[in-house]
């Protein structure tokens, strides 16, 4: 018997990243990881930056990091709306690294408040995105 998918949209301000049928998605929310399967129940929730994991009806999985957005599921449709996307497997380990140390840099040389809640978002941010370069390696 094969299984249910449904259909995923995965969109980015500059265009269409992704468009079809789907057996799963793993995406970070701001609490956590969750997963949507076929029939999920209807669902708004804001992402936080992590790694966004797709896997399609022949059990391939493909691996992004979105540095933010929204997800919507309803009618067995979902649509991600991404500030950002990328392949982990296009991610530079060793650069990704360089800007946690540079946004770290960064983060210790500002003291205003709208300035450390900003460096402190950009060094979230290059933290996120260098897990999910190593988690692609593994």
């Not at 609490?31 to 949507?36: F, I, N, P, Q």
């Amino acid at each position: 018997m094969a299984e249910a998918t449904f259909n995923l949209e995965i969109l980015t301000p500059s265009h269409r990243e992704f468009s079809g049928e789907v057996h799963s998605l793993v995406a970070p929310g701001l609490e956590g990881y969750l997963g949507v399967l076929a029939h999920h129940a209807p669902l708004i929730t804001p992402l936080a930056p992590g790694r966004l994991t797709v896997q399609d009806p022949h059990g391939v999985r493909q691996h992004f990091f979105v540095s933010g957005g929204f997800l919507e599921v309803s009618h067995n449709h979902a649509i991600v709306l991404a500030d950002t996307l990328e392949a982990t497997s296009s991610i530079n380990p060793a650069e990704a690294e360089s800007a946690v140390l540079a946004a770290s840099v960064a983060r210790k040389a500002v003291v205003s408040p709208p300035d450390v809640a900003a460096a402190e978002q950009a060094l979230a941010l290059a933290r996120a995105r260098l897990r999910a370069s190593r988690r692609e390696q593994n």
